[in-house]
């Protein structure tokens, strides 16, 4: 396990041993047109894709379109926060695309609706992307398709329904000098506005993400050098973004002035250098971790060696506290900790601040295994596997002619009833976002002979829409945005229940604590969203047709703070109409 350093606080601080401070102006720079050879004498854009979106949709759309809770991709069947994608960029290594392929495998928790890579070979960007898996989007010759030792990879997660292929990263657009990939991780709260503005200007957008955007940011600025170009782009952004951009000799990472979603450097023993969202990937491909991206820092890495530009005077970090909670792997180190270490201790506060008497722990797989063995651990009670998670669910399967109740919640986690029969039983899970799965698990460890079953939850109650890169619901389907603990407990049928309180999940970050943030949980944003937001995914159509005008139900919400008291937040839908 590499071992992390905590960001320092300020672009001032970065360490000059990691990257060499440069204007973005200099009189010892090279030609603009240096930076580009031969790139007008050659195709600049080579694309395969496969995997078309109606071999994987067709099989469940009408499911979903019926409203049946049977469907996989139902969120009554998997009721939990989704992160959009994952990202990964490798430069100097001539085995670039295949280690990029194996990276993505490292990151596939973060998405599993498409993959792509991008890689440059003799000044020309080549790329590969398909609906699925990584696994079914790449084989060995699409990888022979991608040679250079220079390339960028992603995996997506999005809305049911809206995964169309066309807006499966990375996005490659050419423009008068050359050719530029991107791969983004986040989500821009001011996308409606830059869209709309561009678009007034003559821009023609193809699809329905907000990366795109960024692309044409770029094509119209006439800042030089390149990256530059990258600078003035970001400076018009707002929200969140940890970026990979690739050009015919360049690899730049950029990480919002926030630094809301992960993004961590490190380099392998032939020296190439490897951006990823999580210390996963670069175990696996054998690249030691060096550092993070700092919010608010642009890295550009080429012949010349990694330098550092500073993209803004950035505020103080607010992290994605959920990072830690459910979405990266136990083994990741983010934000400078270690992911299995918090996880493991929130269990044990849990142990402590709601104690109960049991004779068994568990916990729901895989996401609250950690949390249960620290409670487990904490309590002195021993921790059992009393729930069996499948791996071997796909994204479509056949329902049975006959409804079977809870069918979905069966299909992937099944009890063990020989742990279960006869004993007070504590279930730990990471979160509660509707409570519809949480009842249905309660319910099947009681079916399955459990006398009593407590849920611990190793997180606080989740009140709020996440609008930097988390696909959650809207405020009025959060179950803890709506009832008091003791309802919710009612609602899904526990003989108890509790969550990680609050104030003791910022007291164990300790001085890290105002470095996180806690949106979700306290119903205050950092960046507050402008006009009509569009959320994770690309519900704003099906990828083919569709108009600003679809976008659905992305205004702030009315939530409530952790203290109970109603914080009314910015309805900006109302105010439009009063100023009109």
């Known amino acids: 396990m590499a071992t992390a350093t905590a960001a320092p606080p300020s672009a001032s601080a970065y360490p000059a041993s990691s990257a060499t401070r440069f204007s ?3 009189p010892s720079s090279k030609p603009f047109s240096s930076l580009f050879p031969k790139t007008l004498q050659k195709p600049l854009h080579i694309t395969l894709a496969k995997n078309p979106i109606s071999d994987i949709v067709s099989a469940y759309k009408n499911t979903i379109d019926s409203g049946t809770d049977n469907a996989l991709f139902s969120h009554d069947d998997d009721d939990k926060p989704r992160e959009e994608c994952g990202v990964v960029g490798i430069y100097g290594d001539p085995e670039a695309s295949r280690l990029c392929y194996l990276a993505l495998h490292a990151l596939q928790h973060r998405g599993q609706e498409g993959a792509g890579i991008v890689a440059v070979h003799d000044n020309v960007l080549q790329s590969v992307t398909g609906v699925g898996l990584v696994s079914e989007v790449f084989n060995q010759s699409k990888l022979d398709k991608l040679p250079g030792d220079i390339a960028i990879g992603h995996v997506r997660y999005s809305t049911a329904g809206s995964s169309m292929l066309k807006n499966v990263q990375p996005f490659v657009a050419g423009y008068r000098f050359g050719s530029v990939g991107v791969a983004h991780n986040g989500n821009l709260v001011n996308y409606q506005a830059l869209r709309a503005e561009l678009e007034e200007n003559g821009s023609i957008f193809n699809t329905s993400s907000d990366t795109e955007v960024v692309l044409h940011l770029i094509a119209i600025s006439k800042a030089r050098p390149f990256f530059m170009r990258i600078v003035e782009a970001c400076e018009k952004l707002e929200g969140a973004y940890s970026m990979v951009f690739l050009t015919e000799d360049k690899l730049v990472a950029v990480r919002d002035p926030f ?9 392998r023993s032939n020296g190439a250098v490897v951006f990823a969202s999580e210390t996963c990937a670069l175990d696996l491909i054998e690249a030691t971790y060096e550092r993070e991206v700092f919010p608010g820092e642009v890295l550009v890495v080429d012949k010349e060696g990694v330098r550092s530009l500073c993209l803004m005077r950035h505020p103080q970090p607010k992290s994605c506290i959920f990072e830690h909670i459910y979405f990266a792997l136990p083994n990741s180190v983010v934000f400078g900790r270690s992911v299995y270490e918090s996880r493991r201790a929130f269990g044990e506060i849990l142990a402590t601040e709601a104690p109960v008497e049991c004779d068994v722990v568990i916990a729901v797989p895989d996401s609250g295994v950690v949390a249960a063995l620290g409670y487990a651990a904490k309590a002195g009670v021993p921790f059992q596997q009393g ?5 071997y669910v796909g994204r479509t399967f056949i329902e049975p002619s006959q409804k079977i109740r809870d069918f979905g919640v069966k299909l992937k986690l099944s009890p063990v009833r020989a742990v279960l029969e006869g004993k007070r039983v504590v279930v730990v899970d990471d979160s509660i976002v509707r409570g519809t799965t949480s009842s249905k698990i309660v319910r099947l460890l009681k079916e399955a ?7 611990r939850i190793a997180s606080p109650p989740i009140i709020g829409s996440c609008y930097y890169g988390v696909d959650t619901p809207s405020a009025e389907e959060l179950i803890s945005n709506r009832m008091s ?4 407990r009612e609602f899904i049928g526990s003989d108890s229940l509790a969550f990680l309180p609050f104030e003791s999940l910022k007291s164990l970050l300790g001085n890290d604590s105002p470095n996180f943030c806690y949106a979700c949980f306290s119903g205050k944003y950092p960046v507050q969203p402008t006009g009509k937001v569009k959320r994770v995914g690309d519900f704003l159509d099906d990828g083919l047709s569709g108009s600003m005008g679809s976008i659905d139900g992305g205004w702030l919400p009315q939530t409530k703070n952790q203290e109970g ?3 009314v937040k910015l309805n900006v839908k109302e105010e439009i109409k009063s100023s009109a």
């Open 485 to 488: 603990v003791e309802e919710i």
């Open 387 to 391: 729930l069996i998670r499948s791996h």
């Open 24 to 26: 973005p102006i200099s």
């Open 449 to 455: 002979g459990a006398k009593e079953v407590h849920m």
């Open 259 to 267: 630094g809301f979603r992960p993004l961590v450097m490190g380099r």
């Open 565 to 567: 008291v109603g914080v």
